[in-house]
């Protein structure tokens, strides 16, 4: 069973800027007849990749199964911000839920995870059009500024981090101006690539270390079978001692029964509009390419491309059906116009959406599956696993080579059930309506970018 409708799986590629500039995809064709693999990963995104390059690497025998084709899902979609998070719980719940060593392990993961990716960019020769280091989140009204204010002197305690805090004047001068913002906290760690020709080097360095992908072969059943699992895709069956399951927002909601009701796949819709000009650019002030977000509970992300494009996505919308995609996307719209007035009329040269994965716990997990030897999952990154997924697909696999991953306690605790689980996306609709209220109104037309800054530190 599937949480939304078919629009959402649809195995076509999306009309993505992504899909649109990326080099072609190496050769992955489907699985057909009786197989064996030591490991089998179910899902060619960044988790199951990294795994696979990982087990590979090791000198394990490694298939992975893919349902369309390496970064068809999230990985090959996403805003492409290398960045920290992975959790929906902030500091100050982490702290009250699992204690302050546990937080901090867990902050350090996440930074680990940002070094993980630019490593391998490195070490793979990946070209991804890596971007500048740091990652802007900019307050959206006075209440925000005082609490990102806040959130920099307690992370400094907590974590002993040196964030930036920047008022409307000194954003304006990084080239960082949009309508409403009241100003800035830059952390250094993090950067903006091109996500899917990030995938696309990572299943080839896969395929290199001696992994098998095969694309077109979406896993129907999967069952213990011989000691090991059977898995059985359309025109073919694979028999493996382990199993991976890095299948995030995609996939059926009990393919393991385990995962049933344990994730919320959410929706996300981004656009790309034509490249803007210089004077364009300058006309708004925003020049950057700083990767940047907003302090509303439904963020706005949104970064200028390499090749003068501007990317916006946010999240929202709980229905895949065509028509509730296009309205999803006239809200982007809407939202970009208000937020960027100069930019207002620009035209938008394509938009897509996906779905990432949010747990019963908020948390991610990367771990075994309770009472299933030899079954793994790795997901719920919460809508940033182009680090978080990549460092724990590579980490859950030194679990299933039977060694201690080197994983954060607050990543090994079995994602929860949601409580009515039918409800899901009902109350994901109410709970967006609520987020809207709480976040308040767009800048109205002719709103200055600047309050003068409450005071820093
Ligand atoms: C629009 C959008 C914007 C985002 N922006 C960002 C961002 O800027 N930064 C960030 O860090 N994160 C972002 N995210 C989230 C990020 O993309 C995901 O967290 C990440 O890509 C998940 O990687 P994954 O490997 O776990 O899963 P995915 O990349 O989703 O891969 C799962 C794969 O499993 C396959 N699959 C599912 N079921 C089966 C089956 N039965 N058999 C075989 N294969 C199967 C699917 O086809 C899919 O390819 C965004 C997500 C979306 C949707």
């Not at 802007?136 to 907590?158: C, D, F, G, V």
């Not at 949104?302 to 229905?319: E, I, K, V």
Request: glycine content about 12%; aromatic content about 8%; proline content about 9%.
């Amino acid at each position: 069973m599937q949480l939304y409708e078919s629009p959402a799986y649809d195995p076509a590629w999306p009309d993505s800027h992504w899909a649109a500039t990326s080099p072609a995809p190496p050769p992955c064709p489907p699985l057909t007849g009786a197989a064996r693999s030591e490991v089998a990963v179910i899902g060619a995104g960044y988790a199951g990749l990294s795994a696979a390059r990982a087990l590979a690497q090791a000198g394990v025998g490694v298939t992975v199964l893919e349902a369309v084709q390496p970064g068809w899902g999230a990985s090959g979609r996403n805003g492409g911000f290398c960045c920290m998070g992975g959790s929906k719980l902030d500091d100050a719940a982490l702290v009250r839920r699992f204690g302050p060593e546990a937080a901090r392990r867990f902050h350090r993961f996440q930074q680990e995870a940002v070094s993980h990716v630019a490593t391998l960019l490195q070490e793979e020769e990946i070209d991804a059009d890596r971007g500048p280091d740091g990652e802007m989140l900019l307050a959206h009204r006075p209440a925000a500024w005082a609490a990102l204010q806040r959130q920099a002197r307690e992370r400094a305690q907590l974590h002993g981090e040196r964030l930036v805090l920047l008022s409307p004047a000194e954003l304006a001068a990084r080239g960082i101006a949009g309508a409403g913002f009241h100003g800035g906290l830059f952390n250094p760690v993090g950067f903006p690539l091109h996500p899917l020709k990030y995938l696309r080097g990572l299943a080839r360095a896969a395929q290199r270390a001696g992994a098998t992908i095969c694309g077109d072969s979406p896993v129907s059943s999967l069952r213990p079978s011989g000691g090991g699992w059977q898995l059985t895709t359309p025109q073919g069956s694979l028999q493996a001692g382990r199993v991976l399951i890095a299948t995030n927002g995609y996939g059926a909601d009990d393919l393991p029964p385990w995962l049933a009701a344990r994730r919320l796949p959410v929706l996300s819709a981004v656009f790309t509009t034509r490249p803007l000009s210089e004077a364009e650019r300058a006309a708004q002030g925003w020049t950057s390419e700083t990767m940047s977000f907003d302090s509303r509970a439904l963020l706005h992300y949104f970064r200028l491309l390499p090749d003068g494009r501007f990317l916006f996505g946010m999240r929202g919308g709980t229905s895949a059906r065509p028509a509730a995609l296009a309205a999803l996307h006239a809200e982007a719209r809407r939202h970009f116009a208000a937020l960027f007035p100069a930019w207002a009329d620009v035209a938008v040269e394509r938009h897509w959406s996906g779905l990432a994965c949010l747990t019963g716990s908020l948390a991610p997990f990367a771990g075994p599956v309770p009472g299933a030897p030899g079954l793994f999952a790795a997901l719920g990154w919460h809508g940033n696993g182009v680090s978080t997924a990549s460092l724990a697909g590579a980490r859950i696999a030194q679990e299933i080579l039977g060694q201690t991953p080197d994983l954060p306690g607050i990543m090994r605790h079995p994602p929860r059930r949601f409580p009515l689980p039918f409800l899901r996306r009902p109350l994901l609709a109410l709970g967006y309506r609520v987020l809207a209220l709480k976040d308040g109104p767009l800048p109205r037309p002719g709103q200055a970018a600047c309050h003068p800054a409450p005071g820093r530190g």
